[in-house]
């Protein structure tokens, strides 16, 4: 089995910055794909970043140039460095992260969630 750690959610002012963290731990072959999604009361879960199986960063056109996707593949730890917050990033973040477990067998995994509120 397989569990993603989310962390560093919080409240914070328009403008301000915050680090998410996200650890996988369990049994791991591989992990294939892993970033961050987002979803707001009322809306869809949406991507915010992401780093694809080729390696490459995939970000949300509405957050890019102030967050920052980066990852510690020996510790299996992705995280998102979020600058220039603004009230409508609101939201839960959850970590995903496509964790082959053998190498024939993989899934979807997602995390609890952690809570991002931005005040204006």
């Known amino acids: 089995q397989v569990q993603l750690v989310e962390s560093g959610g919080g409240l914070v002012q328009a403008g301000g910055s915050l680090r998410l963290s996200c650890a996988a731990s369990?049994?791991?072959?591989?992990?294939?794909?892993m970033g961050w999604y987002r979803q707001s009361p009322g809306k869809q879960r949406e991507l915010v970043a992401v780093?694809?199986?080729?390696?490459?960063?995939n970000y949300a056109d509405s957050v890019k140039g102030r967050f920052t996707i980066s990852r510690d593949n020996v510790k299996n730890t992705v995280y998102l460095q979020m600058n220039s917050l603004k009230p409508e990033d609101t939201a839960v973040y959850y970590c995903n992260a496509e964790v082959w477990t053998t190498m024939y067998a993989y899934r979807d995994y997602w995390g609890q969630g952690t809570q991002v509120t931005v005040s204006s």
């Open positions: 780093f694809t199986s080729g390696g490459s960063t």
């Open positions: 369990g049994t791991i072959f591989n992990i294939n794909r």
